[in-house]
T-cell receptor, first 111, second 116 residues
Framework: GENVEQHPSTLSVQEGDSAVIKCTYS??????FPWYKQELGKGSQLIID?????GEKKDQRIAVTLNKTAKHFSLHITETQPEDSAVYFC??????????FGTGTRLTVIP | GAVVSQHPSRVICKSGTSVKIECRSL??????MFWYRQFPKKSLMLMAT?????????EQGVEKDKFLINHASLTLSTLTVTSAHPEDSSFYIC????????????FGPGTRLTVL
């Protein structure tokens, strides 16, 4: 099955700096890659996603890039704010609806 | 946006008892719902996929007789942990897929189960 690896496991940045979280996947048939933000008590929220026919997608301060050849995708958060502090999960989907998740990255934005 | 609720948010039970967790899609119909389990400092692990009106599909290693899943309507799925043991203590999260979407899953806030 699919294997998703995520790095780093923890990340601290100064407010206003950028944060980058990287994920790799193993199944070349994976075609959908969502990113989730998990906050205590709020569950996991989809923040951005990308499909395999697109190389990059942006939504305000958040962007995701996908390199199908290398089988990796990254989340970029620019101009970070304290409210961006959370655990972020990447995921990959192969064919069926099952999502395979990375191990999460705890992002701390220092004011 | 799409909202998924879970009830209860937190439950403590005695070993040997059964616990039911509900997952509801509040403003959309979900033909497919997923149940995940999250261990401390670990990723979400898919336990089973349930489709409305049919039997759930369990992932390898998940005991179907222990984790009973029912998806009786387009807005409700339940997970019942039967004969709970301390090792079942975990954070259980459901997600629901909008019947109008091919990809997006909306997650519930999770249920913290503690088995004494």
């Amino acid at each position: 099955g699919e294997n998703v690896e995520q790095h780093p496991s923890t990340l601290s940045v100064q407010e206003g700096d950028s944060a980058v979280i990287k994920c790799t996947y193993s199944d070349s048939a994976s075609n959908y890659f969502p990113w989730y933000k998990q906050e205590l008590g709020k569950g996991s929220q989809l923040i951005i996603d990308i499909r395999s026919n697109v190389g990059e997608k942006k939504d305000q301060r958040i962007a995701v890039t996908l390199n199908k050849t290398a089988k990796h995708f990254s989340l970029h958060i620019t101009e970070t704010q304290p409210e961006d502090s959370a655990v972020y999960f990447c995921a990959a989907r192969t064919g069926a609806n099952n999502l395979f998740f990375g191990t999460g990255t705890r992002l701390t934005v220092i004011p | 946006g799409a909202v998924v609720s879970q009830h209860p948010s937190r439950v403590i039970c005695k070993s040997g008892t059964s616990v039911k967790i509900e997952c509801r899609s509040l403003d959309f119909q979900a033909t497919t719902m997923f149940w995940y389990r999250q261990f401390p400092k670990k990723s979400l692990m898919l336990m089973a996929t349930s489709n409305e009106g049919s039997k759930a599909t369990y992932e390898q290693g998940v005991e179907k007789d222990k984790f009973l899943i029912n998806h009786a309507s387009l807005t409700l799925s339940t997970l019942t942990v039967t004969s709970a043991h301390p090792e079942d203590s975990s954070f259980y999260i459901c997600s629901a897929q909008d019947r109008g979407s091919t990809d997006t899953q909306y997650f519930g806030p999770g249920t913290r189960l503690t088995v004494l």
